[in-house]
Each structure stands twice: as structure tokens, then as C-alpha cells.
């Protein structure tokens, strides 16, 4: 079972980026997916999350008007959209599933993480 999150890196602000959570060893469709950031010294804060059965989407946070979740069964990979994004987005974004389709903005209740990417917002 893992995860692969790709899609991070240096963009200025106003920019975009799509983050990447490929799933392999187990099909997304009995998961919630969920999206979180973490900055240096804190908890991971969760930002995104979809139901992969229905694709009911569930966002938090200060930019969560910036964020779009969405999925690609046939690829088994779930993206985050970042857009018109702010320097306070800054961070290490995450991605975790969880074994129950429902979503959930604790990290306590996703059983599967991926490794983190990186995203910056600077000029």
C-alpha cells in the first residue's frame, strides 16, 4: 500500500500549482482521500478531503476558496488544485487516505500517508 504526492515546488504569488496523490497496493474507490499541509513546528492541519465513492468534497481552512480536490478513478489518483496562491500557503502538503469513504479533518483517522511534497510561495 502506498501513496506517491508529487506536483510541489516554487511558484509565485497569483501562480498555480496541482498536487498529485497516486495510490497503489489498493483501489481509492473504499477511501476518503484527504489533502493537509503542515508548517515547521506544527500539526498537520487538514485543507481538502472527497469522498472517492460519491465525490462529495469537503474543504477548511483560510484558503479553501483557493483549493480544489477532485479524483481520477481510472488513475486511482486523487489532485489538488492551488490556485491564486498567497505566500501563507507555504508549507509541506500531505496526502492520506482513510479507510472508510467519509471524510474526516483529523489526521489521527487516516490509516495510509504518502511522503509529502513541498510548496513554496515566493517572488
Known amino acids: 500500500v502506498q501513496l506517491q504526492a508529487s506536483g510541489g515546488g516554487l511558484v509565485q504569488p497569483g501562480g498555480s500549482l496541482r498536487l498529485s496523490c497516486a495510490a497503489s497496493g489498493f483501489t481509492l474507490e473504499d477511501y476518503a482521500l484527504g489533502w493537509f499541509r503542515q508548517d515547521p513546528g506544527k500539526e498537520r492541519e487538514g485543507v481538502a478531503c472527497?469522498?472517492?465513492?460519491?465525490?462529495?468534497?469537503y474543504y477548511s481552512g483560510s484558503m479553501k476558496s483557493r483549493f480544489t480536490i477532485s479524483r481520477d478513478m481510472a488513475r486511482n489518483t486523487v489532485y489538488l488544485q492551488l490556485d491564486s496562491l498567497k505566500p501563507e500557503a507555504t508549507a509541506v502538503y500531505y496526502c492520506a487516505a482513510r479507510r472508510r469513504d467519509d471524510c474526516s479533518g483529523s489526521p489521527w483517522e487516516y490509516n495510509y500517508w504518502g511522503q509529502g511534497t513541498q510548496v513554496t510561495v515566493s517572488s
Open positions: 472527497i469522498n472517492t465513492r460519491n465525490g462529495r468534497t
